[in-house]
């Protein structure tokens, strides 16, 4: 079975200054890795993911991430957030031969002017 | 990715009553999934339900509890059976496309006093 550990509960940034989201995951075998967003009120909507291939992975509304085999991670980062990046940001990892995903306890992000 | 539409999209309820969340996507797919979101937490894994058979339930949930019709290939309803204000949460149902992403709908908020 796999599992997920988003470090960080609660991320609180300033306008227009860079984000980092950390998740760590453990499996046994191969796995794929998600970021999703929640925003106030709203299902899940999938930032990125990485499946194979480019370690680096870009997706929506300029965050990206980076997949770390060795070390297990599978950080999110944005070089300069808005106001509207206030969201619950969850982590979510799947093994290669398994549809189930596994989700972080999640991460709060508030923006502040 | 995909349309997804939930309903009700909140709903408020008597304790020892059901209520039928109608999950209905814009294409045909092979799997859909079941979560829970209590408040404050991440998603947990009800159940996956294939058209053509049996939901398979994920530890700590029952069919009795949380029953699941999946008629066709772009439909699937969840019932909270007999509730209770534990039952207040946010449910969220996913497809699998491509083989390897879910996408969600936007969730329906139940409340029960």
């Known amino acids: 079975a796999q599992s997920v550990t988003q470090l960080d509960s609660q991320v609180p940034v300033f306008e227009e200054a860079p984000v980092e989201l950390r998740c760590n995951y453990s499996?046994?075998?191969?796995?794929?890795l998600f970021w999703y967003v929640q925003y106030p009120n709203q299902g899940l909507q999938l930032l990125l993911k990485?499946?194979?291939?480019?370690?680096l992975v870009k997706g929506i509304n300029g965050f990206e991430a980076e997949f770390n085999k060795s070390q297990t991670s599978f950080h999110l980062r944005k070089p300069s957030v808005h106001i509207s990046d206030t969201a619950e940001y969850f982590c979510?990892?799947?093994?290669?031969?398994?549809?189930?995903?596994?989700f972080g306890a999640g991460t709060t992000v508030t923006v502040r002017a | 990715s995909a349309v997804i539409s939930q309903k009700p999209s909140r709903d408020i309820c008597q304790r020892g009553t059901s209520l039928t969340i109608q999950c209905q996507v814009d294409?045909?797919?092979?799997?859909m999934f079941w979560y829970r979101q209590q408040p404050g937490q991440s998603l947990t894994l009800i159940a996956t339900?294939?058209?053509?058979?049996?939901?398979?339930?994920e530890s700590g949930f029952v069919i009795d509890k949380f029953p699941i019709s999946r008629p066709n290939l772009t439909f699937s309803t969840l019932t909270v059976s007999n509730m209770s204000p534990e039952d207040s949460s946010i449910y969220l149902c996913?497809?699998?496309?491509?083989?390897?992403?879910?996408?969600f709908g936007p969730g329906t908020r139940l409340l029960v006093l």
């Open positions: 979510a990892v799947r093994q290669s031969n398994d549809y189930k995903l596994s």
């Open positions: 990485y499946l194979s291939g480019s370690t």
């Open positions: 499996s046994s075998v191969s796995v794929y």
């Open positions: 996913s497809v699998l496309l491509g083989q390897e992403t879910q996408y």
């Open positions: 294409s045909q797919v092979t799997m």
């Open positions: 339900a294939n058209q053509g058979s049996e939901a398979t339930y």
